[in-house]
């Protein structure tokens, strides 16, 4: 994914939230916005990255209430909670803007033996198929020696 398309993403939720104040937090457009945003977040970044954290601890309802609370105050939190949302989302964009994404790195996989390396890969999926057919040599040898 590019920066400006992951800057085009960013920006297609937050052109939503204006017209998310309309609804509360318990409306079925809410959840799928922060859902899809949540995975914007998780397919822009890695998925543990520091942007999707500040985005899932957004408020959008009180954390304390009474039958003294209004309508008008859930309502209050859940507009308070969008607009921390679009300060969120805006500084990702700014973020990518100055610094680009952050390509995901596989780590290598080094397979040694009594400390001494003696492969080293970075494809998972390669390590994978080795062990299969690892497997499977050892089962059909196995099977051949004990007829």
């Known amino acids: 994914m590019t920066n400006q398309e992951a800057i085009q993403f960013i920006q297609k939720q937050i052109d ?10 318990s409306s079925p457009k809410f959840k ?4 899809e945003t949540q995975t914007t977040i998780k397919h822009i970044f890695e998925e543990h990255t520091d942007n999707l954290k500040d985005f899932n ?6 954390l304390f209430s009474s039958d003294l609370t209004t309508e008008n105050e859930f ?14 989302l805006n500084a990702i964009i700014n973020e990518i803007k100055q610094f680009g994404i952050k390509k995901k790195s596989v780590r290598p996989i080094k397979i040694s033996y009594k400390g001494k390396r003696f492969w080293t890969m970075s ?20 099977n051949y020696f004990s007829k």
């Open 32 to 35: 799928q916005w922060k859902k």
């Open 57 to 62: 601890n957004i408020n959008y309802m009180l």
């Open 75 to 88: 309502h209050e939190t859940y507009v308070e909670g969008l607009n921390d949302a679009k300060a969120i």
């Open 16 to 25: 939503q939230i204006e017209d998310l104040k309309n609804f509360s937090d």
């Open 123 to 142: 494809n998972p999926w390669v390590y994978l198929i080795i062990c299969i057919a690892v497997i499977v040599i050892a089962g059909l040898i196995l």
